[in-house]
């Protein structure tokens, strides 16, 4: 730790610096005062001579400010001004000259006379532009007054030779015109000592900066320890269980280095611990993920850690919102290219954004892939359809016209488009509504799965901590409250889904026997003979009369006005689960409003258990407690505070439960509306900017598409990512975690050179 | 996670933590939670650590000036490995190794540059 004469004769060597750098200056500025002056002497004073003879005529056209008084100065007796020269920065030169001229009501002569060269400041060791002056006055009062007004803009006076004396101008020219030379070397020299230190340190700065952080956390650390026992140094802490070992090992190892006699103690400290940081080991992979939940709150030691189910559901839920196949891809392709410099990124210094996306590499190539996945399954590549497997819908013509309907080439369950959607939903004019019902009933599903999931990590939270409060009477009623209407939707939504109602609506419908629509393989039962007469029958063998309702028509027997054969509105159907018990009005399946009133009243059980259970077990636990113990006043207050307190979180827990599982859900549609907006977004600069330019002429294709390049890549490659980014983050900080994630724990932050080194180099 | 309680000899004390350090394991709880930071034991240290970090940053703003880049000194996990020579080479064998080369110890380099500046100026 010798760098302190180091320092000190860096020091002196600046100082030393400024000093002759002061000095050469001041050489040089009078240098150039003295020629400025000769010259100005030289060509000026003989034309002073003639005004003074000619009553100062030629001075008005010399100077402004001079002009002013040479009437009265005109008949002076003694033309003999003073005058002081100096040199003042050219950025004060208007002011300098403003002032002068109100501090001597006018009554003085200044001229200017730019310096070349920029003359270097000896403090800041920045560059100025300066420039020489020259004030003629007559009385003494001026005199001081103008000294005062140099003095206060910094401008260095000069005293000058009589000019007259022609010789002695010279001599001093001469002369200072050595010193300057002189002082040039030892500033020169002066400077490549100084630039060779620099040099010097500059390769070793870092290093000893290193060192000195190094010493510096051992310092601190020690100073958290205590002296119990003279000569010996007591410290507690906190030791990740598999370095247990590593620890003991290396604190022995730097014992017997020292040769000492005096033994070490490595113990595990007796039990109860404070609450212990949370740490958690995360690969390249995992830490963007544990960077998003550490973000939110520090898991609670030995909890559930959400970010294992992140870093699955976050790039696959950002893909059902960003799903498309040529922007995934491009998503894609930057993620690998990250991937691919991943190498010389570790070892670079990157700055904050380009760090930021080195550290969520492998995110973006997750969530690349999936937007690539999820456009296959939408079929959606910049908004278009791709006919990979060949579609399985057809237009009778070759040519089809504006509202031609597309027939299916097989029936219902024989064949269909293997992978994804029909790419012929992309030219149907329902296009829209089939998407939205697909991707609302899509994001609804994933929504529930995930915070289903969420809940069921609260129940294993619960077993893991022993807590049988909390998993029989929060989790089990929050799981029957969450399946009795959210699940249960799902399962609707996928009956709905898996139901031939082709064949249901066909068996209600009156056809004649003799016509066209007779016999359609469309219906899965077997056509029953019909031998009515003019309103024709059913498929099942049902007579029509004309007035028959649809319960009437419909073989099937479940009840409500649609009695089966009606695909029913879902939300309709889940709202009057709730407003209408038991009348179910287009019922999908026998028995749809018993099962319906069962799971309302699961539902509307599990509240109460919820709410209530577990404060009143709580409290019993309490009070038998207290007969135990027979504590003091003072405790059973801070006891019925606590109850009172147990009461009022729980309720808080019911209520975000409860009105959670419902916002939540409808939270999830933003699944929907980003993908749509996607879509939406990537349709309208593909048929703007594209295909209307694409029949004028090859130039405004040319302009077209350079317009949808650059709104592609702004637009959709830029705002949209970071917005489904940003939507699918809250997803999880918000409806996921909500569920179960506590976030209180402490961040283990453990004493490691190599954190505190990274840190101050970043 | 476990909490252990360590009992080191004062005189061994700093390189015990100068390896834990390089372990990265292990996170301390303040036993003097009540002291200042200036009632300390190793507040000397610490003093002169700030010290020279203070100078050395006013080197980086010289070398700044210059317009010379710092030198970066490689990895940091190979300088935390490599360091122990030079902290051994400090306690140990001290002044033996002469010239300016890169395997001389850091203050041995800097002693000599001292050497080297005073006799030009």
Known sequence: MLLLGYESQLRELNAYSEKLTREYNEKVELQEVLEKARRFFMTDTPRLAVSRLGGGGALKAGSLLASGDDEARGLDLDMRFSSITGVVSTEEKVRFERMIFRATRGNCYVRFAPIKQPITDPESGALVEKCVFIVFFKSLSIETKLKKICDAFFAHRYSLPDMDDAPAVDRMLTENAQELVDSRTVLLKNQDTRFRLCQMLAQHTERWTWIVLREKATYHTLNMFKADVAGMLRGEGWVISESFDDVRSSVNRAHSDMDSNMPSHVDQVPKPWPTPPTHFCTNKFTYGYQEFVNTYGIPRYREANPALFTAATFPFLFGVMYGDIGHGLFLFFAGLYLLWNEEANDKRKLDEMTAGLHSGRY????????????????????????????????????????????????????????????????????????????????????????????????????????????????????????????????????????????????????????????????????????????????????????????????????????????????????????????????????????????????????????????????????????????????????????????????????????????????????????????SELATVFWEKAMLSTLNINWFATFIGYGIFAGTTFGVLLMMDVLECFLHALRLHWVEFQNKFFKADGIRFSPYSFKQILTDASA | MEYISLIVNEDAAHDTLADLGKLSAIQFTDLNPDLTPFQRRYVSFVRRCDELERKLRFFGNECDNFGLNLETAGDIENFLESNVSILSGRTGSGLSAGGGGKGTSGTQLLENLEVELEGKN
């Open chain 1, 363 to 678: 995110m973006i190539v997750m969530m690349g892939f999936f937007a690539v996945y999820a456009g296959f399954v939408y079929n959606d590549c910049f908004s278009l359809g791709l006919n990979l497997f060949g579609t399985r819908w057809a237009f009778n013509s070759d040519s089809p016209e504006e509202g031609e309907v597309a027939e299916m080439t097989g029936s219902f369950g024989e064949t269909v488009y293997p992978f994804g959607l029909d790419p012929m939903w992309h030219v149907a004019s329902n296009e829209l509504l089939f998407f939205n019902s697909f991707k609302m009933k899509l994001s609804v599903i994933f929504g529930i799965s995930q915070m289903f999931m969420g809940t069921c990590l609260r129940g294993i939270n619960a077993i893991y901590f022993g807590q049988r409060l909390d998993f029989f009477f929060e989790f089990l009623p929050m799981v029957a409250f969450a399946c009795s209407l959210f699940v249960y939707m799902v399962v609707l939504i996928f009956m709905k889904w898996s139901i031939n109602w082709n064949s249901r609506m066909l068996s209600a419908t009156c056809l004649d026997p003799n016509g066209a629509g007779w016999g359609s393989a469309d219906y899965d039962g077997t056509w029953a003979t019909c031998n009515g007469a003019g309103y024709g029958c059913t498929p099942w063998g049902y007579v029509c009369n004309g007035k028959d309702s649809l319960a009437d028509k419909c073989p099937l027997d479940y009840g409500g006005s649609g009695d089966g054969c009606q695909p029913p509105n879902l939300i309709t159907s889940l709202i009057n689960i709730a407003l209408a018990p038991g009348n179910v009005d287009e019922p999908m399946y026998a028995g749809q409003a018993g099962i319906q009133g069962i799971l309302l009243a699961v539902a509307g059980l599990s509240v109460p258990v919820l709410l209530g259970a577990k404060p009143y077990f709580m409290s019993k636990e309490m009070a038998s407690h207290a007969t135990h113990s027979h504590g003091d006043d003072d405790e059973e207050d801070h006891e019925e505070h606590s109850f009172g307190e147990i009461v009022i979180h729980q309720a808080i827990e019911t209520i975000e439960f409860v009105l959670g599982m419902v916002s939540n859900t409808a939270s999830y549609l933003r699944l929907w509306a980003l993908s749509l907006a996607h």
